[in-house]
């Protein structure tokens, strides 16, 4: 399938690692023109230069903090003197280090406060600097990456999955706000990926070797969340690849998809993703 993404302009955000990363070289192999945003400089550029060998045509580089509004105004300028357009944007940063336990470990708002306003009002953000150049563009997308346990009830996971349910409202809204300008909204809600670094390596880092299993492999990662954090199997009994949830994504950001809007595409293998 075609999915009419070469010479696309599009910006990624959250692309120094992850699926962030994942999602910016499935985009560079359809050929597309890439913006990568985030924080660290050097995951950036180890990011670029993989998009550049798969063959994206240009690769601009952004360093923002979702937390400031006037970051996320600079980084959309800076794009701004290289393109007048931009047809998709993926919102998928995230700050869920130091977010994880239940309620009563979190005596103060702090950790409430800071992740609801990088993960919900950084997708704010970035869409208010970027619609300019969304309308201005003859077809564009936006993604907004939430999670397969937003609305769930895990203690765990409480802090994180309020911010990214609020993530899938304001992406409904928005769908149904920019839809007369021919510009569509989608939520895209992965379960588990194994990721270096970042959220997972905060969450998961030290219990693989607590109970013998090897981090490197997908079924002892969905092990791991059962045994250790009461999570629920997928029916395909593992988590799913980077890859796999970065190809999704490229097809709901393609010009191809032309018509769905205000969807919430779950990808967790089966079952209820918490
Ligand atoms: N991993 C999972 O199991 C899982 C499951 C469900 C949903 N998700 C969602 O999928 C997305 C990617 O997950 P991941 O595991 O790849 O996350 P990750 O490894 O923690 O990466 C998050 C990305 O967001 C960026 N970021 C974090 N805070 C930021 C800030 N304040 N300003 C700008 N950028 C910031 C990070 O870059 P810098 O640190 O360089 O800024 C990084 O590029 C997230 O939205 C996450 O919530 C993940």
């Known amino acids: 399938m075609d999915l009419g993404l070469r010479d696309a302009h599009v910006v990624v955000v959250g692309a120094s690692r992850g699926l962030g990363r994942g999602i910016a070289r499935a985009f560079a ?11 660290s400089r050097k995951g950036l550029e180890k990011t670029a230069a993989q998009c550049r060998e798969l063959g994206a045509p240009e690769v601009l580089l952004a360093e923002a903090d979702m937390s400031s ?11 701004g003197k290289s393109w007048s357009t931009i047809n998709v944007l993926i919102n998928n940063a995230a700050n869920s280090i ?21 993960i919900t009002l950084g997708y704010v953000r970035t869409t208010r600097a970027a619609l300019p150049f969304m309308k201005a563009a003859d077809w564009a997308r936006i ?8 609305g769930g009830s895990s203690p765990v996971l409480h802090i994180y999955n309020m911010s990214k349910t609020a993530v899938v409202s304001l992406s409904k809204a928005q769908a149904r706000e920019f839809a ?3 510009i569509s909204v989608n939520i895209f809600s992965p379960a588990g990926i194994m990721v270096e670094g970042g959220n997972w390596g905060e969450v998961m880092n030290g219990y693989f ?23 629920t199997k997928p029916w395909m009994d593992r988590y799913g690849l980077i890859a796999e ?26 079952g209820n993703g918490d």
């Open 180 to 182: 007369p300008y021919g």
């Open 29 to 39: 192999r359809e050929g597309a023109r890439l913006a990568l945003i985030a924080r």
């Open 69 to 79: 509004r006037e970051a996320v105004d600079a980084a959309f300028a800076e794009i």
């Open 209 to 231: 070797e607590k109970h013998g299993l090897d981090p490197t492999n997908p079924y002892d990662a969905v092990e791991l969340s059962v045994r250790q954090f009461g999570g």
């Open 98 to 118: 130091g977010t994880h336990g239940p309620s009563e470990k979190f005596a103060d708002e702090t950790m409430y406060a800071d992740a609801y306003n990088v």
């Open 143 to 150: 993604v907004n990456v939430s999670t397969a346990s937003s």
């Open 245 to 270: 949830y970065a190809d999704a994504i490229t097809f709901l950001g393609s010009r191809t998809n032309s018509y769905m809007t205000g969807h919430d595409m779950v990808v967790h293998g089966g």
